[in-house]
């Protein structure tokens, strides 16, 4: 299966000038439900939001990524 390509999105410097200066952020996992907001002034005006999105996923779906992969190892 090929990879997803993800569009392009634009950058912290285009949100500040269109006067966004906080981030509802999703986890990625498009089963998952839990959400975020964060203030975007950690991040330089370079970089863009596809950047981090893969960034973007809860550490519930973190852990249980972990523990399905433990489990697959011992196996």
Known sequence: MPALVRPQKITFAEM???GVRELLIYCQDYKCSHSL???GDAWPDDVRL????PRFVCR???QAR?????????G
């Open 37 to 39: 907001a964060i203030s």
């Open 60 to 62: 519930g779906l973190r």
């Open 50 to 53: 596809s950047d981090l999105e």
């Open 16 to 18: 500040r000038v269109s």
């Open 66 to 74: 972990r523990s399905r992969a433990a489990g697959l190892q011992l």
